[in-house]
């Protein structure tokens, strides 16, 4: 749910891809219970979830890497890849399931430092959060695939809040439910999880 803009030149280089506009992410899904619907037509941008069509600035086709364009993350640090513009990239880091209200959610997430990322993290809105829910994943688990590892269990160890307050009813803001894919509003007493988010500079392959 992130738009994505490539430069055409980074393709002709081998990395970044083509020019493809905002189309959004496919959701994970390939399962088809009928003609017409998700798992059918399979809509939207990349290969699958977790393919990218073109390769990101590391010369290679995986949504997801670490800082230094590899799979190990002993960073604990996710960059995605359906979110590069051409000069920023999002990336989110390991979840926490020390539970917060909303506020002290905002400012955990605020203080969030990871070995060299010492600042620039934040609480991921609501589109920022789904945008990492793979609904191909069976057993309730949206964002319990790899690299992601967050909480699989119901209650309150499986929701997460987001930045996102309700302009209609401002003592409530959105969470994302890992265990059932939904989006929904509550208290901003409640006390619920955080995974924070930061938006990285891509020069070549260093991000900053």
């Known amino acids: 749910m992130v738009q994505e803009t490539y430069y055409i030149k980074a393709q002709a280089a081998g990395g970044g891809g083509g020019s493809v506009g905002a189309t959004l992410m496919k959701s ?16 939207g941008r990349a290969t699958d979830f977790s393919t990218l069509a073109s390769n990101n600035p590391f010369g290679n086709t995986n949504r997801f890497t670490d800082v230094l364009g590899t799979q190990v993350y002993s960073d604990k640090i996710f960059i995605d890849w ?18 917060y209200n909303w506020n002290d959610a905002i400012d955990t997430a605020l203080s ?12 991921p809105n609501i589109n920022e959060m789904f945008n990492i829910f793979n609904h191909g994943v069976t057993g309730n688990k949206l964002i319990a695939y790899f690299p992601f590892t967050l909480q699989t269990g119901g209650g309150q160890s499986s929701i997460f809040w987001s930045s996102t307050r309700l302009s209609f009813s ?6 994302a439910q ?20 930061r938006t990285f500079t891509v020069s070549g392959t260093t991000l900053t």
């Open 170 to 175: 401002t003592s409530n803001a959105f969470y």
């Open 112 to 123: 969030w430092s990871v070995g060299s990322f010492t600042s620039g993290w934040r609480l």
């Open 178 to 197: 890992n265990f059932t894919g939904a989006i929904r509003y509550t208290s901003l007493t409640n006390t619920y999880n955080i995974c924070p988010v």
């Open 82 to 99: 359906s979110t590069y513009d051409g000069t920023t990239v999002l990336g989110y880091g390991d979840a926490t399931f020390l539970t």
């Open 28 to 43: 994970g899904l390939t399962t088809s219970y009928r003609t017409g619907d998700d798992g059918d037509l399979q809509a």
